[in-house]
């Protein structure tokens, strides 16, 4: 079993809908996490941090549930330009390295 | 742009060669990680270097090796390489430590035949 898993997809969501992807991780030592997003043949790039309080930045919200051991994202209003893949990542407690899930696909559709 | 930069972006190499590829850290920035993605995979990491010195080690062969300057600057360096080093690899550099967000650079996509 991998230490993040993400449902790989695609998603084939229609503009103005509402997506949400889920994230679990397997190592309860896990301390911090964040949403990436990486278009086609592109560097990741931060999408957002995300705290046991949730937080939100615009259309997208983050949760993170550590009893569960899940972390969420919530696109509200898609739009085209959302189609990307977005990683989830988790820094293990006392390490410094980023465990990256393998992604979900998400296609916006006009 | 997150002030990451990579080189060069695409190399091809035939396998049993050894290949250098290069990274400028963000500036302000002291932590270096590297990572190999795969195609359809996400990232995986290589290691990372702090203050010249390797700071931690993902499962890859000691074929892969890293540097890191004192302006921050790294390299990594794959020695014998193999058809399965085909991959993006990229340069992540944040702050002291590495708990907090990094910031990538574009990567080099890297073609062993």
């Known amino acids: 079993r991998k230490e993040v898993e993400q449902d790989p997809g695609p998603f084939n969501v229609p503009e103005g809908a509402t997506v949400a992807f889920n994230c679990t991780y397997s190592?309860?030592?896990?301390?911090?996490f964040f949403w990436y997003r990486q278009d086609c043949r592109k560097e990741p790039k931060l999408l957002m941090s995300v705290y046991s309080s949730g937080n939100e930045d615009g259309r997208f919200t983050a949760q993170l549930n550590r009893a569960s051991q899940y972390i969420s994202l919530l696109i509200r209003d898609s739009k085209l330009s959302d189609s990307a893949t977005y990683l989830c990542?988790?820094?293990?407690?006392?390490?410094?390295?980023?465990?990256f899930g393998t992604g979900t696909r998400l296609k916006v559709l006009a | 742009e997150t002030g990451v930069t990579q080189s060069p972006t695409h190399l091809i190499k035939t396998r049993g060669q050894q290949v250098t590829l290069r990274c400028s850290s963000q500036?302000?920035?002291?932590?270096v990680s590297w990572y190999q993605q795969a195609l359809g995979q996400g990232p995986q990491f290589i290691f990372q270097y702090y203050r010249e010195e390797e700071n931690g080690r993902g499962n890859f062969p000691p074929r892969f090796s890293g540097l890191q300057f004192p302006n921050y600057s790294s390299e990594l360096n794959v020695n014998a390489l193999e058809l399965d080093d085909s991959a993006l690899y990229l340069c992540a550099s944040s702050p002291t430590g590495g708990f907090t967000e990094a910031f990538f650079g574009q990567g080099t996509r890297l073609t062993v035949v």
């Open positions: 190592n309860s030592a896990s301390q911090s």
């Open positions: 990542v988790v820094i293990r407690r006392g390490t410094y390295k980023y465990i």
């Open positions: 500036s302000g920035h002291n932590t």
